[in-house]
């Protein structure tokens, strides 16, 4: 069994500073006590009763200190302070440090001291009043020498006693900062106002103890009740620091305790390591309740209290009497476990703990099953202290939520959380904070600028200028149709000739009049050009297999991207959806990219991790809402006419807020709310199905369409498709993928398209990356598709100049159309 206080054991040989503060003080202790105790030899006033019946009470009182409970001892409460401060200032240093030695020996046995311990404390002690004693000299003579006492008897008492304080904490927490590590002074703040109530007190005792002593040595004994009362301060202030270090609702100690019994044991562990011994690992275990919030949720937070305390006392059941079980509030509880070999004994309290709790816990007769997630950090291996092991003991905790798993150990992969996500987090709200004002210049698909009378569309609507990744410019000027407004309003002129002539070609399609004036809507391909049906800039159409992007364009697709500012800029992408029977482009789903000036093209599924566990991501969804919109309303300017899908977060779905927000930007932009479409995942329905269902039934209500995404990969699903206002189903990319070759993903693509058929809806199949696979999506009655065989994912201004050189393709029966049968089992 180890000792409960390492202050007992004398540290390795490496800490030589500590070992040389102990000597040096025992040195410096018998230099300057020789003398005044060799003189006291022939001392006739020390026979006197006041000296005796103080040195007795000296001696006897330190026999019964005061020792703060709990498990990191502080400095306990010697009454003996009281006395040989008194001696000393009646009787001088000699007597003073004869009796505060044999009162240090006596409370050394009573404690436990080690011998080299209780001759540093003597050493301590005689040093501080050998300083008081030079501050007493300074004075006009002794407070017992007959004379009345002054001010300046006074004064000199004062300094003499802030002198014995201030170097006696001071030599003691030099020690402990020599001994343990740490900053010197946060450590020593940290018990200066117990020193300060219980040690201050005693030292400004002795004055009036001397003064009562010069009347008659009867009126000594009477100290003893201050005595008492400095006795239950510090009774009282330790109780009030203990309970403020203890959960009230388990009995358990807190977050606080929790911290410093793992500074402690760090540096316990250190010293065993640097020893060579066995036992130099520390472990903390963080546990977290699976399904406390059900409990409170549907019985209420009396009976989600009741459970805590059943729970806390089967955890405390399992742990070693050496090892430290904390609530850290919640449903959240912590163990220290020391003296461990490796992660296998981590691993084995951690296997104790799940199994305690795997039993149901039985309250007012019913069973309430409850599990935990257990992460676990090793000292030293995953940190070096408190801050450091209870972080990634919380990302291993995750792991293991995430994993569905029971117990997780700290690993650098799984850390999702680290400071430079933080730093992501941060880049990431700037650039959503400081989007551009409106007011911009309005460009159309190709980027080129729009004229007035397409940038502000048709009368009566109000089409926002610019957007994310369009290349828009702050237009100084302001609306030269209406100018400033302290100027007279005058008729816009007529709009110029665009001299590009992508944009004129585009114009022409969408004038009536043009067409009629004989212009043509496009011109014949050049030699040489790409056949039609096939995309630009290297992305095949319906008649060949996609290229994929260079290896250094993460996004998949050409155009700026790029921020402009500190923290990069965020735009829209979007990919072509395309009618399978008629390869018309139907739609288009808008993809988020964020370029960042130092970190490049950030990945999508990152970007959406860092800001779904904040309020970032509703700005997030806002700032594509608001992105989608304004596009649409360029496209339509243009006389291009698409339906645009987004996705959201299932925290968007949680209040109807964003129902306000998306029926306020269609108002604005004048886009017909059948023009976009929402997209969302069976998970994001399950998270909460009640309050989701409401939001998606006032889109709907409104005119949205809802689009389930990734179909196949939650839950419940044919109950989805029966009771949600739904227009479309979307084919997880991973069963379409393995279509071709796999006979199982090919059933499951076949009977979701002739399930979603029956119940009236549009199905879209994702990730179409071959001829082949496009062709069995027609033969099985998929309505549409997307992918890298019909397009990547582009810019608007890409997309613009691809829809006018895209021409549709409809697909043949052929002999390799024929979906693919799984055998019987």
């Not at 209040?655 to 004048?670: F, N, W």
């Amino acid at each position: 069994m180890e000792s409960a206080d390492p202050r007992n054991r004398l540290p390795s040989g490496r800490e030589t500073p500590f070992l040389c503060l102990v000597a040096g003080v025992i040195g410096l202790a018998v230099v300057v006590s020789v003398l005044p105790l060799v003189g006291l030899a022939g001392r006739p006033d020390l026979l006197s009763a006041a000296f005796w019946t103080m040195a007795v009470l000296a001696v006897g009182c330190d026999a019964r200190p005061f020792v703060p409970s709990g498990r990191r001892q502080t400095s306990a409460v010697f009454p003996s302070t009281c006395f040989t401060f008194a001696i000393l200032l009646g009787w001088g240093l000699g007597p003073a440090v004869l009796v505060q030695t044999v009162a240090v020996v006596v409370s050394g046995v009573r404690l436990g001291h080690a011998p080299w311990r209780t001759a540093f404390n003597a050493a301590q002690y005689t040093c501080a009043l050998a300083a008081a004693y030079l501050v007493l000299r300074l004075g006009p003579g002794g407070l017992f020498d007959g004379h009345r006492p002054g001010w300046t008897d006074v004064l000199a008492a004062a300094g003499a006693t802030v002198t014995w304080f201030v170097v006696n904490y001071g030599l003691v927490s030099t020690a402990l900062r020599l001994r343990f590590g740490g900053r010197w002074w946060p450590a020593a703040r940290q018990g200066l106002p117990f020193e300060l109530l219980s040690t201050g007190s005693l030292l400004l005792l002795a004055p009036v103890l001397v003064t009562a002593a010069r009347a008659t040595a009867a009126l000594i004994p009477l100290v003893l009740v201050p005595l008492f009362a400095v006795y239950r301060m510090a009774y009282l202030s330790d109780e009030q620091e203990q309970l403020a270090a203890l959960d009230p609702l388990t009995g358990l100690p807190n977050r606080k305790a929790l911290l410093a019994e793992v500074a402690e044991q760090v540096h316990r562990h250190a010293e065993r390591v640097a020893r060579g011994e066995p036992g130099g690992r520390l472990a903390l275990l963080l546990i977290d309740l699976d399904r406390f919030k059900n409990v409170n949720d549907a019985l209420g937070h009396a009976v989600g209290d009741r459970l805590l305390v059943e729970v806390s006392a089967r955890l405390a059941g399992v742990v070693r009497d050496r090892d430290l079980l904390a609530r850290l509030g919640g449903d959240e509880f912590a163990i220290v476990a020391g003296g461990l070999d490796g992660v296998d004994g981590a691993r084995e309290l951690a296997g104790r703990v799940a199994a305690a709790l795997t039993e149901p816990v039985s309250l007012d007769g019913l069973p309430l099953d409850v599990g935990g997630s257990i992460g676990i950090a090793l000292y030293p291996e995953h940190g070096a202290d408190y801050a450091t092991l209870m972080r990634h003991a919380d990302v291993a905790m995750y792991d293991a939520k995430h994993r569905h798993d029971t117990v997780a150990v700290y690993t650098a992969e799984s850390d999702h959380h680290s400071a430079e996500r933080l730093a992501l987090l941060a880049d990431l709200r700037r650039v959503l904070e400081a989007r551009p004002a409106a007011g911009r210049t309005v460009r159309g698909g190709d980027g080129a600028v729009l004229p007035p009378r397409l940038a502000t569309g048709p009368p009566g609507t109000d089409v926002p200028a610019g957007g994310p990744g369009t290349g828009a410019a702050p237009d100084p000027g302001g609306d030269p149709a209406t100018g400033p407004w302290w100027l007279p309003r005058r008729r816009p002129r007529p709009a110029p000739a665009q001299p590009d002539e992508l944009l004129n070609r585009i114009l022409t399609g969408a004038d009536p009049v043009r067409r009629h004036r004989g212009d043509p809507p496009h011109r014949p391909a050049p030699p040489g050009s790409p056949p039609p049906g096939s995309g630009a800039g290297g992305t095949p159409g319906p008649t060949g297999r996609t290229a994929r992007p260079a290896a250094g364009d993460p996004a998949g697709g050409g155009g700026p991207a790029g921020g402009t500012g500190e923290s990069g800029e965020i735009t829209m992408y979007y990919q072509p959806q395309v009618a399978i029977a008629t390869g018309e482009v139907v739609g288009v789903e808008a993809l988020l990219r964020w370029r960042h000036p130092r970190r490049g093209m950030v990945d999508p599924e990152e970007l959406i991790r860092v800001a779904e566990q904040s309020a970032v991501m509703r700005l997030l969804t806002y700032r594509v809402v608001e992105d989608v919109v304004e596009q649409l309303a360029k496209w339509s300017a243009a006389g291009i006419t698409l339906r645009a899908s987004l996705n959201v977060s299932v925290r968007d779905l949680h209040t109807d807020e964003i129902v306000d927000r998306i029926a306020d930007r269609l108002a604005h932009c004048g886009v017909r709310p059948e023009r976009l479409q929402l997209e969302i995942t069976e998970g994001a329905l399950m998270a909460d199905p009640r309050r989701v269902l409401a939001t998606i039934t006032r889109l709907h209500q409104l005119g949205v369409a809802i689009s389930l995404d990734d179909f196949g990969t939650g839950y419940s699903s044919l109950q989805h498709l029966r009771r949600l206002p739904l227009s479309e189903v979307k084919v997880d990319r991973s069963f379409v993928l393995g279509m071709a070759d796999d006979a199982d993903d090919a059933a499951i693509v076949r009977s979701t398209i002739e399930l979603a058929g029956a119940l009236g809806l549009r199905v879209v199949a994702e990730g179409v990356e071959d001829e082949r696979t496009w062709r069995l999506l027609y033969a099985a009655g998929c309505d549409a598709a997307q992918g890298w065989f019909y397009a990547r994912p582009m810019p608007a201004e890409e997309l613009a100049a691809w829809l006018a050189r895209y021409r549709p393709l409809s697909p043949v029966p052929s002999p390799d159309a024929e979906i693919p049968r799984r055998h019987a089992r």
